[in-house]
């Protein structure tokens, strides 16, 4: 069944190197976002992208985030370089704009800077 | 400034037990409201609401959603401790169609 998938679930690392999560949405779906969810903040837009080009990147510290989509079938978020405050749990979601509303998620990246 | 507040922030029932879980909005080109349920991991969508006052029903969750009040509830009667969870609104600007998201009710249910 159609799933949002990414990888890698579980990273942990050590402060200053370089992060690189992977998202691949639900085929069809042309619409992907990047949250981050923490205990403190909740979940909170880093920033989504539409046919693969970018929307709205607002939430993401620009000086060491970035998010890019390659291709329809594959969107990157990378952090570079990485610090504690950045652990946290990493979700994608997909969706087809305009027909539907509804974001389904994937497993997120469970990611731990040492 | 767009935002979802949930109340409770957390709650405690024993099974069997009946809870309501509020939601009220205040988003800039609402088109509609999400419900999602967050166990261990990712989000799992519930319910969207569009129209006022029709009842979305799943087995024992139902909600329901007021656009004149800005507020939507979520029901779930006769609790089972698989209902215990972080349960998740958000509403959805038409303009960007970006979700505005709650902090989130954490209900525990209790055998």
């Known amino acids: 069944d159609a799933r949002v998938t990414q990888t890698p679930r579980h990273k942990v690392t050590e402060m200053g190197q370089e992060v690189t999560m992977r998202c691949q949405p639900i085929l069809g779906h042309n619409t992907v976002f990047w949250y981050r969810q923490t205990m403190m903040q909740g979940l909170e837009l880093l920033a989504y992208?539409?046919?693969?080009?970018?929307?709205?990147d607002s939430g993401m510290p620009k000086d060491r985030f970035s998010a890019e989509m390659p291709d329809a079938t594959l969107a990157t978020l990378k952090i570079q370089p990485s610090e504690p405050r950045d652990s946290a749990v990493y979700f994608c979601?997909?969706?087809?704009?305009?027909?539907?509303?509804?974001?389904?998620f994937g497993p997120g990246t469970r990611l731990t800077v040492l | 400034e767009d935002k979802v507040v949930q109340s409770p922030l957390s709650l405690v029932v024993h099974e069997g037990d009946t809870v309501t879980l509020n939601c009220s909005y205040e988003?800039?080109?609402?088109?509609?409201l999400l419900w999602y349920k967050q166990e261990k991991k990712a989000p799992t969508f519930l319910f969207m609401l569009t129209s006022s006052g029709i009842e979305k029903k799943s087995g024992r969750l139902s909600s329901i959603l007021d656009k004149k009040e800005l507020f939507s509830i979520l029901n779930i009667t006769a609790t089972q401790t698989g209902d215990s969870a972080i349960y998740l609104c958000a509403g959805l600007m038409d303009s960007n169609y970006q979700l505005i998201w709650g902090a989130g009710t954490k209900l525990i249910i209790k055998p």
């Open positions: 988003v800039t080109n609402f088109r509609s």
């Open positions: 979601a997909s969706a087809q704009r305009p027909r539907g509303d509804t974001q389904y």
């Open positions: 992208f539409r046919n693969r080009a970018p929307l709205d």
